[in-house]
């Protein structure tokens, strides 16, 4: 029996988009595609933490599940690293799954090489498409800061996997499906605690889940910058993302960051103002289905990228466009 492992994260009493991406990519493995390995009794297990997971089973399930471990425990609603490794490693022990998948998010990250390391298994982050050759699994992801694609493949299992956003296809939902729940006892506390949590300010739209996203760059030209995008994206109905350099200089939040070291996104648009489009800040948004680009300097890259292209002063374009969305233009 083959199975494989999802790991799913639950946002606001809901599975996340990644979530159903994981699923998705699961059961397109499961399906033998590519001479992979399939049987009758091949199934996807999810594992699912915290007191909302009630509610989120059905969904699940419809999205191709065949197994739910449901660790519900009021303190595990929020991601404690110590305490879902304690967990899976259990749930993993117990299945023996081939191959476990995480998305490539802060928590998934933090996991998969503690899962790798306690079942013995290999780890790679970050992929980008993951298929099967003739019954072996081959990962694909970024290298070189981008500019290249690097495929992988491990002996050893089981192999854990991180996917990025935008990589795989939510399956359709089919509520005539039936699966199994498994309720797993809560780990022991950990050796840490959470003393506090706080939501980065200007954070209302997750950049991952936004159909519109709004980026800026070095060319922004400051805090003051981003204030004036981030009025435009709220007119918009935008989610607000940043290049890495505009991160390091604190113009915004860490969380805005989008590329190879922050955050992968596909939404159907994607207006960069000031970004020069390096190769690491593609790998985070090249997935979007359009790319507006508008910069002061014509040679910029990211113009060979984008569907539409402007060049012009950043400051200018976003205040004419604040006006014209606040008039009903």
């Known amino acids: 029996m083959t199975q494989l492992m999802v790991v799913a994260e639950i946002r606001e009493g809901k599975p996340t988009s990644l979530t159903f991406e ?7 493995l499961l399906a033998g595609d590519g001479g992979g390995f399939v049987t009758e009794t091949d199934s996807v297990a999810v594992v699912a933490f915290g007191p909302d997971v ?42 023996k799954p081939e191959l476990i998948l995480l998305g490539h998010t802060s928590s998934g990250c933090d996991l998969a090489p503690r899962l790798a390391f ?21 990962f694909t992801r970024a290298c070189y800061g981008g500019n290249l694609l690097e495929t992988l493949h491990f002996e050893a299992k089981p192999a854990v996997a991180t996917l990025r956003s935008g990589c795989g ?13 498994v309720p797993w006892a809560p780990p022991a506390p950990g050796r840490t605690k959470v003393m506090a949590r706080q939501r980065d300010a200007g954070e209302t739209l997750r950049l991952e889940d936004a159909r519109v996203v709004v980026a800026g760059g070095r060319g922004i030209n400051g805090v003051q910058g981003f204030t ?38 596909a939404p159907e648009l994607y207006v960069a103002f000031g970004i020069s489009g390096a190769s ?34 950043c400051a200018e374009l976003i205040d004419a466009l604040t006006q014209a969305l606040s008039a009903g233009g």
């Not at 303190?75 to 749930?91: I, P």
């Not at 079942?119 to 993951?130: K, Y």
């Not at 296809?169 to 509520?175: A, H, S, T």
């Not at 014509?298 to 569907?307: G, N, V, W, Y």
């Open 54 to 95: 009630a509610g989120c089973i059905a969904d699940l399930i419809a999205c191709g599940a065949d197994q739910v471990f449901t660790v519900d425990d009021p303190q595990l609603g929020h991601f404690d690293s110590d305490r879902w490794a304690g967990a899976l490693t259990g749930v993993a022990s117990a299945i």
């Open 169 to 181: 296809l939510v399956p359709i939902r089919d509520l005539s499906r039936r699966g199994r729940v």
């Open 228 to 265: 004036e995008l981030h009025a435009l994206a709220t007119l918009m109905g935008a989610a607000v993302g940043a290049s890495r350099v505009a991160c390091d200089l604190d113009w915004c939040p860490k969380s805005w960051q989008i590329g190879l070291t922050g955050k992968s996104i």
């Open 22 to 28: 994981l699923l998705g990519m699961a059961r397109h």
């Open 118 to 138: 306690r079942l013995d298994g290999a780890v790679v982050t970050g992929c980008s498409a993951i298929a099967l050759d003739a019954g072996a699994v081959l």
């Open 280 to 313: 690491h800040h593609l790998a985070g948004c090249s997935r979007a289905k359009t790319i507006v680009a508008i910069n002061q300097d014509s040679e910029a890259p990211i113009f060979r990228h984008a569907r539409y292209g402007l060049v012009g002063d």
